[in-house]
C-alpha cells in the first residue's frame, strides 16, 4: 500500500548546528512533496515542496533534497534555532487529481540551547 | 497572511452524537481538504472536496461522514454518529485555484473527544 515513512522518530541538535531529517517515500509515481512543521497544539505549517522533476530546493535556512532513485527526501536546516523544536512531517502526493497528501510518521527535532 | 480558521478549538460529545466541525477556508482557494490526527500519530487524509462535491475519500470516510460547503466562506466536516475512534484532531486544509500542486495550507484543527 502507500505509505511515507521517517527513518528517526526523534533528532536532538545543538542550537546552531545544521539538521538533517530524512524521510522515505514508497510510491515511485508520486510527483510532487512537501515538508511540514507541527508546533504543539497547532496544525501542520507549510515549509518547503519540490517537484519530482527537481532535486533540490532552497528556502530561507531550508534545503529540500529529492531522490527519486531511492525515493528519498530530506530536510536540511541550517542554523538550527529553539524556534526549529517541533515535529516535521514529509508529505507525497500520489498521482491524481485530487491532490490528496500522504503523511510520514513525523520526527520530533529538539533544539539545544 | 490569509489563514485557514477552525472552530471550535475543543468539542466534547457523547457518543452516538452528531458533530459538525466548521472550517473558513482561505479566501480565495477552491480546494477543500479534511485530515485527522490521532494522538501521537501521523495525518490521514480523509476527503478533498472541489467544485461543490468529493473528488476522493479514504476507507475513513464512512457514510457516517459528510462534508458541505453552505455558502461561500464555511466548510463543514459531519460526524453523524460518533464513536470513541473518533476522537482526534480534525485539520481542514486548502489550497489555490491554480491546481492540485500547491501547497496546501491547514488550520490548527478541532480536538474531538467522544465520551
Known amino acids: 500500500g502507500e505509505s511515507v515513512g521517517l527513518h528517526l522518530p526523534t533528532l536532538s541538535v545543538q542550537e546552531g548546528d545544521n539538521s538533517i531529517i530524512n524521510c522515505a517515500y514508497s510510491?515511485?509515481?508520486?510527483?510532487?512533496f512537501i515538508w511540514y512543521k507541527q508546533e504543539s497544539g497547532k496544525g501542520p505549517q507549510f515549509i518547503i515542496d519540490?517537484?519530482?522533476?527537481?532535486d533540490k530546493r532552497q528556502g530561507q535556512r531550508v534545503t529540500v533534497l529529492l531522490n527519486k532513485t531511492v525515493k528519498h527526501l530530506s530536510l536540511q536546516i541550517a542554523a538550527t534555532q529553539p524556534g526549529d523544536s517541533a515535529v516535521y512531517f514529509c508529505?507525497?502526493?500520489?498521482?491524481?487529481?485530487?491532490?490528496?497528501?500522504?503523511f510520514g510518521q513525523g520526527t520530533t527535532l529538539q533544539v539545544k540551547p | 497572511e490569509p489563514e485557514v480558521t477552525q472552530t471550535p478549538s475543543h468539542q466534547v460529545t457523547q457518543m452516538g452524537q452528531e458533530v459538525i466541525l466548521r472550517c473558513v477556508p482561505i479566501?480565495?482557494?477552491?480546494?477543500f481538504y479534511w485530515y485527522r490526527q490521532i494522538l501521537g500519530q501521523k495525518v490521514e487524509f480523509l476527503v478533498s472536496?472541489?467544485?461543490?462535491?468529493?473528488?476522493?475519500k479514504s476507507e475513513i470516510f464512512d457514510d457516517q461522514f459528510s462534508v458541505e460547503r453552505p455558502d461561500g466562506s464555511n466548510f463543514t466536516l459531519k460526524i453523524r454518529s460518533t464513536k470513541l475512534e473518533d476522537s482526534a484532531m480534525y485539520f481542514c486544509?486548502?489550497?489555490?485555484?491554480?491546481?492540485?500542486?500547491?501547497?496546501?495550507?491547514f488550520g490548527d484543527g478541532t480536538r474531538l473527544s467522544i465520551l
Open positions: 486544509a486548502s489550497s489555490s485555484q491554480k491546481g492540485r500542486n500547491q501547497p496546501q495550507h
Open positions: 510510491n515511485s509515481a508520486s510527483d510532487y
Open positions: 519540490i517537484r519530482s522533476n527537481m
Open positions: 508529505a507525497e502526493t500520489p498521482p491524481s487529481n485530487t491532490g490528496k497528501l500522504i
Open positions: 479566501s480565495n482557494h477552491l480546494y
Open positions: 472536496f472541489y467544485n461543490n462535491e468529493i473528488s476522493e
